[in-house]
């Protein structure tokens, strides 16, 4: 079965900065578009990065600038670089694996950004 695992998620004080992994037993990540997705309590779930196959990335304006989206090939793992987090940015953070033919969801990790 597959499982994308998120982890790295926690509290973190207005400025600071996290950074979360998403991993992944029985699919090789390195040949999907991996994507983070968020969604804060009341609001609907919003892409914030995504990375293709060949490297592209994009990124919601919201983060542009303080966050990156990256993989370790080596490690079947993608991440997300938080910096100068805000409170806007509380949310629970989904990673997605997706082709033409399937996507893959994580559980969700947790970050809350508050002093």
């Known amino acids: 079965q597959v499982q994308l695992v998120e982890s790295g998620g926690g509290l973190v004080q207005p400025g600071g900065s996290l950074r979360l992994s998403c991993a992944a037993s029985e699919l090789p990540l390195m040949i999907y578009t991996m994507a983070w997705y968020r969604q804060a309590p009341g609001k609907q779930r919003e892409l914030v990065a995504v990375?293709?196959?060949?490297?592209?990335?994009r990124y919601v304006n919201s983060v542009k600038g303080r966050f990156t989206i990256s993989r370790d090939n080596a490690k079947n793992t993608v991440h997300l670089q938080m910096k100068s987090l805000q409170p806007e940015d509380t949310a629970v953070y989904y990673c997605n694996a997706r082709d033409n033919d399937a996507a893959y969801w994580g559980q969700g990790t947790q970050v809350t950004v508050s002093s």
């Open positions: 990375i293709t196959s060949a490297g592209n990335k």
